[in-house]
């Protein structure tokens, strides 16, 4: 029966597929990859040899209807992304979006997702907490901050390298230098690193320590 699945793949690690995941991705008609060149590496190390079609930010406007439609036709489709959960902070909401809208079935496989080991391994509360995701680069940016710093539950954003100082300068400023927060980078690889402190005290660790790798932070609660 055609139906779209959602497949995590790893965020590192690769042993961290799941049986299932590798099931689909072997079983469907095709397989959506955010870059196909990125996916190939995993499909081949997994031996799977499914054929690939791109769906990505800069595409998925103009192909998300024919591919919803083939969908409605009669394929099977597994959506993938570089790493992660597709549609956390990845494509994939206009797709489940128009599949439902056509009637077609969507499932979405548990796995791997950045912020969840990262929001764990904190040793902040996470009884309740806000997923912001990334914060605007420019436009917004400082109204965001301003909204997020109202909030009273511990907060998880996402960071790249080269703007991490910036943000963690913002949080000092917005949520104030003594808030605790934690930093994870790396997860599931070899140089996998969290840093636990107050914003001071983490800006100063990065201020003198290479910053590389995708990053989650965790705003612990005021």
Do not use: W
Not at 18 to 26: D, N, Q
Not at 106 to 122: D, H, I, K, W, Y
Not at 141 to 170: C, F, M
């Amino acid at each position: 029966m055609s139906k779209l699945t959602i497949v995590p793949t790893p965020i590192g690690n690769l042993g961290d597929i799941t049986l299932r995941a590798m099931e689909v991705l072997k079983s469907v008609d095709t397989i959506l990859a955010e870059d196909t060149r990125t996916s190939a590496k995993l499909l081949k190390h997994l031996g799977i040899d499914t054929r690939m079609n791109s769906y990505h930010q800069h595409n998925e406007h103009k192909v998300v209807k024919s591919l919803a439609q083939r969908i409605a036709n009669g394929e099977t489709m597994a959506l993938i992304t570089d790493a992660g959960t597709p549609a956390i902070s990845d494509p994939g909401y206009l797709l489940v979006r128009e599949c439902i809208a056509l009637g077609k079935e969507v499932e979405c496989l548990p796995g791997a997702t950045a912020f969840v080991p990262a929001l764990v391994v904190s040793g902040l509360p996470n009884d309740k907490f806000y997923f912001e995701g990334f914060l605007p680069h420019k436009k917004g940016r400082q109204t965001r901050l301003k909204a997020l710093s109202q909030l009273s539950t511990t907060i998880v954003l996402y960071e790249s390298p080269h703007r991490l100082l910036k943000t963690l300068n913002q949080i000092a400023e917005f949520f104030g230098e003594e808030r605790n927060i934690s930093v994870s980078r790396e997860l599931t690889k070899i140089h996998e690193e969290t840093i636990r402190g107050t914003a001071k005290e983490v800006i100063e660790y990065f201020l003198k320590n290479t910053i590389k790798g995708e990053i989650v932070i965790i705003i612990g609660q005021p």
